[in-house]
């Protein structure tokens, strides 16, 4: 994405909201992810990043995408980056979310607001409201025993 006055606040509003499933992503192995990669096992791959969104988003809000890509050097640690598209109400956003050992990273390609409010602000808290409808509402529990 060509980056502009409004790209570091919008990545850090979608940071946010996916980190969770960031944190569930890098509890898989590594050398799983990067045979997975490797061998072009998209299916599984798509599995995985829905099996680790559906606990925290609305079905089919975050998806694996075209693909992705790993660096492994002799002595380092092993970075993967996944294409993913994040797809709250009337926006569509293509990221890449990048793994690592101790963090993770977004780095947004392209959003698509399908239905723009003309104004980059008011974009950027639509962004904000549609993630936030997108996610599962922790509510209280009401206990079943007496």
């Not at 096992?41 to 606990?55: C, F, K, R, T, Y």
């Not at 609305?58 to 694996?64: E, L, R, S, Y």
């Not at 956003?93 to 008011?122: M, W």
Request: hydrophobic share 40%.
């Amino acid at each position: 994405m060509k980056k502009c006055s409004y790209t570091d606040q919008r990545e850090r509003i979608v940071a946010e909201a996916i980190s969770p499933v960031a944190s569930e992503l890098r509890l898989l192995d590594a050398a799983d992810l990067i045979s997975l990669l490797r061998f072009e096992l998209n299916g599984n791959l798509s599995d995985l990043v829905s099996s680790a969104a559906e606990l925290y988003f609305h079905p089919g809000t975050v998806v694996f995408g075209a693909g992705g890509e790993y660096r492994l050097e002799w002595g380092g640690p092993p970075e993967i980056i996944l294409d993913i598209e994040i797809k709250p109400r009337d926006i569509t956003i293509y990221a890449q979310l990048v793994l690592t050992d101790a963090h993770a990273a977004i780095d947004i390609k392209h959003i698509a607001f399908h239905k723009s409010a003309g104004d980059p602000d008011a974009n950027t808290r639509m962004l904000t409201e549609r993630l936030q409808e997108a996610r599962f509402v922790k509510g209280q529990a009401t206990p079943i025993y007496g």
